[in-house]
């Protein structure tokens, strides 16, 4: 089974710098894709950014980007120019890649990071 | 993104009585939803995948006679806490995708927040 591990229970970032979280995850499969979801407040969780496991290219959107290093099994978050409605609850999560439908397509989350931005 | 919708936002009810969730996905097919459940400050814990036209699929420690799941058609699936206890109070929250089509990925709902009295 799948695991997905993040080591920082909590972060804090000044306004417009930079921080990095952090993600690492266990599995025997080749192909599987990687996300970060956001839960503000609101406990609405937004998609960030999505990573496909056989793209080499890290994914960046806006001011997210990911370093993704398959062998190491890690998959960082880094959000640049933080701002004050970056702060929320950051979770990483995993899928299979296996196109057989239903269950196989579950997430598997970590415990999440609860990022502070400080104004 | 794709819009997933969920109502109520928050019910209350009184110990012994059933609720029902709905979450729809408004701008696509879903084929797959999924539901979870979320305590305060944690994870989400999957409870169920259900897929349009079939059975849903529980996970382990799930009790499908509690939680009854119904997907009938590509925009709607519910979710019916059956005999609602104290302990049943918590953040639902469902997610949508089309895993064979366009939206594979998983879009969330807004949640609904059930105390139970």
């Known amino acids: 089974a799948q695991t997905v591990t993040q080591s920082q229970p909590e972060m804090s970032v000044q306004e417009a710098e930079t921080v990095t979280l952090s993600c690492t995850y266990d599995t025997s499969e080749s192909d599987y894709y990687l996300f970060w979801y956001k839960q503000p407040p609101s406990r609405q969780m937004i998609l960030v950014i999505r990573q496909e496991a056989y793209k080499q290219q890290n994914a960046t959107e806006n001011r997210f980007s990911v370093n993704f290093q398959k062998a190491a099994k890690s998959f960082s978050l880094k959000i640049s120019d933080s701002q004050l409605g970056d702060a929320a609850m950051y979770f990483c999560a995993y899928r299979t890649y296996l196109n057989s439908g239903g269950s196989n397509y579950k997430l598997t989350f970590g415990k999440g990071t609860l990022l502070t931005v400080n104004p | 993104g794709a819009v997933v919708s969920q109502h109520p936002s928050r019910v209350i009810c009184k110990s012994g009585t059933s609720v029902k969730i709905e979450c729809r996905s408004l701008d696509f097919q879903a084929t797959t939803m999924f539901w979870y459940r979320q305590f305060p400050k944690k994870s989400l814990m999957l409870m169920a995948t259900s897929n349009e036209g079939s059975k849903a699929t529980y996970e382990q420690g799930v009790e499908k006679d509690k939680f009854l799941i119904n997907h009938a058609s590509l925009t709607l699936s519910t979710l019916t806490v059956t005999s609602a206890h104290p302990e049943d109070s918590s953040f639902y929250i469902c997610?949508?995708?089309?895993?064979?089509?366009?939206?594979?990925?998983?879009?969330f709902g807004p949640g609904t927040r059930l105390t139970v009295l």
């Open positions: 997610s949508a995708s089309n895993p064979r089509g366009t939206t594979d990925t998983q879009y």
